[in-house]
Nanobody, 117 residues
Framework: QVQLVESGGGLVQAGGSLRLSCAAP????????MGWYRQAPGKQRELVAT???????TYTDSLKGRFTISRDNAKNTVYLQMNSLKPEDTAAYYC???????????WGQGTQVTVSS
């Protein structure tokens, strides 16, 4: 079973920043799409951002400018830098891997981000 190991969640005041990390096995990290999703209580899981093995990024429009996804290929790790956090950013954040054909899909266990007002 492939494991995606997330870290970096926590409690932060509104306006603050957090950086999430997700470590993946090198066997999958080098080819495919890594992404971050989030799920708030009572809501559906939603896309935050993705980054391909070639470095192409996509973002949910509402989060552009505040969130930045990046990757360190030497560490097989993808990051999500979150700035100017708002209480509505409170959610469980999940790391995801999928291959380019979307026939393989893995999820991390989730890390909680709580933004206090």
């Amino acid at each position: 079973q492939v494991q995606l190991v997330e870290s970096g969640g926590g409690l932060v005041q509104a306006g603050g920043s957090l950086r999430l990390s997700c470590a993946a096995p090198g066997s999958i990290f080098s080819i495919g799409v890594m992404g971050w999703y989030r799920q708030a209580p009572g809501k559906q899981r939603e896309l935050v951002a993705t980054i391909t093995s070639g470095g192409t990024t996509t973002y949910t429009d509402s989060l552009k400018g505040r969130f930045t996804i990046s990757r360190d290929n030497a560490k097989n790790t993808v990051y999500l830098q979150m700035n100017s956090l708002k209480p509505e950013d409170t959610a469980a954040y999940y790391c995801n891997y999928r291959n380019f054909r979307a026939t393989v899909n893995y999820w991390g266990q989730g890390t909680q981000v709580t933004v206090s007002s």
